[in-house]
């Protein structure tokens, strides 16, 4: 341990820590651009820099380790100095638009030309090519005339995806973040997860807007537009609106899309439900039938995009179930038109989701039946808080609401897809009950619960063993190919989420910023909202959904094989 001196005050630190570490775990605030916790950036951004005091020099935060002596100051006159030529510099390189831009109300980057006072000189030309915003990618936008170069993309894509699609890449002469030779993201092997998205300081990388589609569908009086979330928007949609971290804002959102004026309130945790049921009965046909194990998960478009793009041989381990979103979309242009006696194609169906991923998904051609799209738009978990925004609604203030109940209802298992392990426990709750002709009380699976990026459990169903595992990150994904798990390991079910810690932390989710990711233990958080609904919840199984036993009993069961044409898909081999 050693002993630093921090604007006049001594702190005990351990002397593998940097001075940015130990200031922000004695909450003392140091501006940077670069650095986040989990993925530093180039350590290069030179916003946190400090005063050594025993020099009279600047020094980055970031980058020195703390030892004996050490007295610096965050704020004294030089460090203000140099911030505001940084800050300058930074600024004649970035093409200022904040009236359209979707961060003006929380970018990193305006909130230091604020705090430092610093005016543009200089205006950059532009006209390149390459600044030009890059609106190819079905999920991703990218503006580079907005980059800091600051790094945190890229290093959330090597940290979190583990895929390091996303590079700085010399052209000309000039540097440019994205995929290599600037090429489109779909294109390339990129996951789509969006987490150089949610790492991204400024408004260069944001999810491609849908808002405009949805805004023109909602004022088209012969469309009827429909609305449904995903389990993890109602854990999160709060932080935009102030309201604490971990606040189960589920009926505000009913009531905020109903003063919007979707015709319909419905929920993605039905189609969570019927996705039990349909995943579900493929894993008890496996079971009965021997094999062929592991069966995957096919839920997240992030890892779907894995498999396909770097492990095409796996395709057949994948559950050809399609997502819950995809299923929601197929009931309502399907059942939903049976039960209001109305033209399918009259129907305009919007998913909300914590992920970028989804718009990709929505898009993928074979996301239709009877040439009508499954899914017409999808509102990324922040495109929601804008669109409330936009109509001038006091989310804060609203009274709670109730979903409409046929395509709305949901079950506790439903619920907790959206945080890592939350498929697998479902998917156990149903399967056991089923194969034991039971109803077991005890229905948590507490195992594979929690953040690490690997989980295991051995599960005994009627009598028999069976080894599950639920893995989440891309980084993770990789290592379990290139370790070779598929075949070292006896697994039979294995759950895959592209995104650390589930969809609770999308790249759709509303940003944490730097200070709350040092300080909050925000997957934590919004992941207990969802285990505290389902613990509450009188109803905690798939299975015992009644909405979803009415779909199947007065409309899908109707017609043979009808489940399989809606709500199951098959896969590409790139
Ligand atoms: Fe997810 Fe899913 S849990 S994939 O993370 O299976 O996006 O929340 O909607 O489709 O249900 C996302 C979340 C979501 C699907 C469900
Ligand atoms: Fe990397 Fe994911 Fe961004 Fe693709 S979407 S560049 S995989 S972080
Ligand atoms: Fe999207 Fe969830 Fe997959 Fe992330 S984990 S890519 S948010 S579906």
Redesign the pocket.
């Known amino acids: 341990k050693v002993t630093i001196r921090i604007n006049g005050k001594n702190f005990l630190a351990d002397s593998e820590e940097t001075i940015l570490q130990v200031a922000r775990n004695n909450n003392i605030e140091i501006d940077t651009l670069c650095f986040v916790k989990d993925c530093m950036g180039t350590q290069e951004c030179n916003v946190c820099r400090v005063e050594d005091l025993n020099n009279n020099s600047l020094i980055r935060a970031c980058a020195t380790k703390a030892y004996e002596g050490l007295n610096i100051n965050t704020n004294s006159k030089l460090v203000q100095m140099g911030k505001k030529k940084v800050i300058t510099d930074l600024l004649n390189n970035h093409n200022l638009k904040c009236y359209t831009c979707k961060r003006v109300s929380n970018c990193e980057f305006l909130e230091l030309v604020k705090k430092t006072e610093a005016k543009l000189h200089k205006r950059k030309d532009f006209s390149r090519e390459e600044y030009q915003e890059d609106l190819r990618s079905k999920?991703?936008s990218l503006d580079r005339s907005k980059c800091l170069r600051c790094g945190r993309?890229v290093s959330?894509?090597r940290e979190?995806?583990g895929?390091?699609?996303?590079k700085f890449n010399d052209i000309s002469g000039e540097i440019f973040v994205g995929?290599e030779n600037l090429k489109c993201?779909d294109s390339?092997?990129?996951?789509?997860?969006?987490?150089?998205?949610a790492?991204c300081p400024v408004g260069a990388?944001t999810e491609k807007s849908h808002l405009e589609k949805v805004v023109d569908a909602l004022n088209n009086n012969e469309k009827h537009v429909i609305v449904a979330m995903a389990p993890s928007v109602r854990t999160a949609l709060g932080e935009i609106f102030k309201l604490e971290m971990g606040t189960d804002v589920t009926g505000k959102i009913y009531s905020a899309m109903r003063e919007i004026g979707f015709k319909k309130v419905f929920d993605v945790n039905f189609a969570a439900d019927i996705t039990i049921l349909e995943e579900g009965t493929e894993l008890i046909e496996r079971i009965k039938a021997g094999g062929p194990f592991p069966m995957f998960t096919s839920c997240c478009p992030?890892w779907v995009r894995y498999v396909e793009n770097y492990v095409p041989e796996a395709i057949p381990h994948l559950s050809s179930a399609k997502s819950p979103q995809q299923i929601f979309g197929a009931a309502s242009k399907s059942y939903y038109p049976f039960l209001e006696n109305i033209n399918p194609e009259d129907v305009f169906t919007v998913s909300v989701m914590p992920c970028?991923?989804k718009k990709f998904e929505s898009e993928r051609p074979e996301m239709e039946n009877n040439n009508i799209r499954n899914i017409d738009a999808v509102l990324t978990t922040r495109e929601l808080g804008e669109l409330i925004k936009k109509y001038g609604i006091k989310f804060e203030n609203l009274n709670d609401s109730e979903v409409d109940p046929m395509m709305g209802t949901y079950t506790g298992a439903g619920t907790i897809f959206g945080v890592t392990g939350g498929v697998m426990e479902a998917a156990l709750r149903s399967v056991k009950d089923i194969l034991e002709n039971n109803s077991l009380e005890n229905v948590d699976y507490k195992i594979v619960r929690g953040f690490e990026g690997l989980k295991e459990a051995t599960v005994t169903i009627d009598g028999n063993n069976y080894n599950v595992a639920v893995i989440s990150g891309?980084k993770t994904i990789s290592k379990f190919f290139s370790e070779n798990m598929i075949k070292n390991k006896n697994y039979h079910f294995v759950e895959f989420m592209?995104c650390p810690g589930g969809c609770i932390n999308g790249?759709g989710q509303p940003y944490v910023t730097p200070m709350e990711k040092e300080n909050k233990d925000y997957k934590n958080l919004r992941g207990e909202v969802l285990y505290s609904q389902d613990k509450n919840s009188n109803l905690r199984k798939s299975h015992k959904n009644q909405a979803v036993l009415d779909m199947y009993e007065n409309f899908v069961n109707k017609e043979e094989h009808l489940h399989h044409h809606l709500f199951h898909t098959t896969y590409t081999n790139r």
């Open positions: 999920s991703i993309c959330a894509c979190k995806s895929t390091e699609i996303i995929p993201f390339t092997n990129c996951l789509l997860c969006g987490q150089c998205v790492a990388l992030g970028v991923a891309g592209a790249g």
